[in-house]
């Protein structure tokens, strides 16, 4: 979003209004941007511009399972595997279903600078309520990308029950078959496809790909905070069949 207000401000000696795209405040059927700059009356900064979209094809994988299996960190290695495929769907998108402050922009920002990212983690981080997951479950709802990657919270829940329902897939990140269990079951109460089972393995050296098709499974080694893992055999494949389900 800040790079587009920045491409905004680039091209506005051009024409006579600019407006963003928001896939958050989007509706059904509907592309809605918001005017960032403007030299004409006929738009002020803050107006809306609806656009009828043509229907298509959304695929919404949610990223769940047990707390302290490296959710975040898997999330944002399958970001940049995702983004760095020639064949990557160009409105390609992800966000954060969890309060605890780590979105999308986290990994990349406390590569950089971490005591700014540790600050504005702080800052960001809130406490799972009820109006917390509707918010959530709206945004998810709104979205109409062809393929929307986010994570929830470690808990079976009310509140991630009511962010989760919103999604098409799921792929369940774990450390024990027991859990694996548990949220088998609750994806099949939300009537999600269950596309991939991974295992998180603090201690391997290597990952494990155990079956491909029609379910993806094995292990994924490492998920350690301030390691790059876009590499990771595991999270390539699974980039992989993301982007090909989206094209389906």
């Not at 109409?144 to 990140?173: P, R, W, Y």
């Amino acid at each position: 979003m800040l790079a587009s207000f920045v491409l905004a401000l680039e091209l506005a000696h051009r024409y006579s209004a600019i407006a963003v795209f928001d896939p958050k405040i989007g509706d059904r059927g509907l592309d809605r941007y918001i005017i960032t700059i403007s030299h004409t009356p006929d738009y002020q900064v803050g107006d809306r511009v609806d656009i009828k979209r043509d229907p298509c094809q959304t695929v919404k994988v949610v990223l769940c399972g047990a707390p302290n299996t490296g959710k975040t960190v898997f999330r944002d290695g399958l970001k940049e595997a995702i983004l760095e495929r020639e064949d990557v769907p160009q409105d390609f998108y992800t966000i954060s279903g969890c309060p605890d402050g780590d979105g999308s922009w986290f990994a990349q920002t406390a590569q950089k600078y971490p005591e700014l990212a540790a600050e504005l983690k702080a800052e960001y981080k809130a406490k799972f309520t009820p109006e917390f997951a509707q918010d959530k479950a709206r945004t998810v709802d709104v979205i109409k990308n062809s393929l929307l990657l986010f994570d929830v919270g470690g808990k079976i829940s009310a509140e991630n029950e009511l962010i989760m329902a919103q999604a098409t897939h799921a792929v369940i990140l774990a450390k024990s078959e027991s859990e694996v269990a548990d949220w088998q079951a609750f994806c099949r109460q939300l009537n999600l496809t269950v596309i991939a089972i991974i295992y998180s393995s603090l201690d391997a050296t290597t990952d494990t790909i155990q079956t491909q098709t029609p379910q993806l499974r094995g292990t994924v080694h490492r998920l350690i905070r301030g390691e790059s893992v876009k590499t990771r055999p595991m999270i390539q494949e699974l980039a992989k069949q993301l982007v090909e389900l989206a094209s389906l």
